[in-house]
């Protein structure tokens, strides 16, 4: 657990002990003692079971950021490659072209040397 979890639990577990100390230490009787210790107890559920849900409602938001971020990112990254591979295509394209023009030359080349071989 975080560090912000754990002092909450630990505040609501401190404000629990203190009321029920309180409550023992006060002078009414004892069906009205255990109604405002039940009373309390009822309150510190409901306060921890509150703060339990905000956290898990930061929780789930921010794992619903982080998913939304790795898609958006994996996006990305799919375009970023989309566009290095017809860039790659292109490269490649035109390295073809030049080796085409080339072997065009040589076949010429070896054209001429045949026709003066005759």
Do not use: C, W
């Not at 619903?64 to 990254?77: M, Q, W």
């Not at 040397?113 to 005759?118: A, T």
């Amino acid at each position: 657990m975080s560090n912000n979890t754990n002092s909450v639990l630990a505040l609501l577990l401190g404000a629990a002990i203190g009321a029920g100390i309180g409550i023992l230490f006060a002078p009414d009787k004892g069906s009205k003692t255990r109604e405002k210790i039940k009373d309390g107890y009822d309150d510190a559920k409901d306060n921890l079971k509150h703060k339990l849900e905000d956290i898990t409602h930061q929780l789930r938001n921010k794992f619903s950021g982080s998913k939304h971020d790795l898609e958006e990112t994996y996006e990305d990254l799919v375009s970023s490659m989309s566009h290095k591979t017809e860039d790659v295509i292109s490269f490649l394209e035109t390295k073809l072209a030049d080796l085409k023009a080339q072997n065009a030359k040589l076949q010429k080349k070896e054209m001429a040397g045949h026709d003066h071989e005759k």
